[in-house]
């Protein structure tokens, strides 16, 4: 299955505070990344419109970015950024009230492909609101683009291509740092059974591969994510695995995972070798991605030195 269809079904964490914690007993080699720093400019252009709903997954979190958080009056829920907080969160998921957003009268609303139901979005344009679709992002390639569209939606590109040329600079800095570990991306949602291994296009992999290490699901999957089996997970038998805080929690912290059929005999079970970033951070592919891959090289350091 392709990888927005698979992503689609993970839902995203709340606000939490900016840091990076950890626990290295020798009862627990857990490393946590709740958030991260994102990289922000401030031009002289202005953007083009105000009353700005950013429904595209972080669209929000670019606008801030780029220094126009004062035209955003709604945002999607998976833009976390605490300077976000006060902006109201109008989506559950990528699904819209079409009255829901009308109400807030809104010139400019910006979309993805996975924000619907399509009835909701022609109901919008109905109400005589601008609706931009934008791209979506799941590679570090891919977010330059999504940077650059969304700057163009509201009217201000040069302030798109400074944030990008900021970004380049802070991403060549964090990817310096090289840590070759195998690392195996999990996806988990206890509560529904649901156990997946990321593969090739998880989304993950473009992150794990950036530090230096070596996504084994996708070394060995083409498919975004694999269910997972005592057999797979130990025919990887990764170093480290990397989850969700969320998904980590809903099999019972890291006792539960190391419950599931294999864990426990894979290296990182063995150790306990486990790092857990928020869910609305792993794969947002925007402002924050870069820090996050500083952040994750050292925490892949410090779980397995």
Request: aromatic letters at 2%; glycine letters at 8%; charged letters at 15%.
């Amino acid at each position: 299955m392709r990888a927005r269809a698979k992503i689609s079904l993970i839902s995203v964490a709340t606000i939490t505070l900016l840091l990076l914690s950890g626990c290295a007993s020798q009862e627990s080699a857990v490393l946590e990344i709740s958030s991260a720093k994102a990289v922000n400019v401030s031009t002289t252009q202005a953007p083009q419109v105000t009353r700005v709903i950013a429904l595209a997954n972080g669209s929000a979190e670019i606008i801030a970015s780029l220094g126009f958080m004062s035209i955003l009056i709604g945002r999607d829920i998976a833009s976390t950024d605490n300077e976000l907080r006060d902006i109201p969160i109008v989506t559950s998921g990528h699904q819209v009230v079409a009255e829901k957003i009308i109400a807030l009268n809104p010139r400019l609303v910006i979309i993805d492909k996975s924000t619907g139901p399509a009835s909701a979005l022609a109901a919008l344009k109905s109400a005589g609101i601008a609706v931009v679709q934008t791209p979506e992002a799941w590679t570090l390639a891919d977010i330059p683009l999504k940077v650059t569209r969304i700057a163009q939606a509201i009217g201000a590109p040069q302030s798109g291509e400074a944030l990008n040329r900021a970004m380049a600079r802070t991403l060549e800095i964090s990817t310096q740092s090289k840590v070759k570990k195998r690392i195996a991306f999990l996806y988990l949602r206890g509560g529904s059974a649901i156990y997946l291994i990321g593969g090739k296009e998880s989304g993950a992999d473009s992150l794990i591969q950036a530090i230096g290490s070596i996504d084994v699901g996708a070394e060995k999957f083409s498919n975004p994510f694999t269910a997972m089996t005592s057999e797979s997970i130990l025919s990887l038998n990764p170093e480290i695995i990397l989850v969700m805080s969320k998904g980590l929690d809903s099999v019972g912290g890291v006792d539960g995972l190391l419950a599931l059929p294999g864990i426990a005999q894979t290296d990182a079970g063995e150790n306990r070798r486990v790092i857990a970033v928020d869910d609305s951070l792993l794969l947002s592919f925007g402002p924050r991605t870069p820090n996050l891959i500083n952040r994750l090289a050292t925490a892949v350091q410090k779980v397995a030195p």
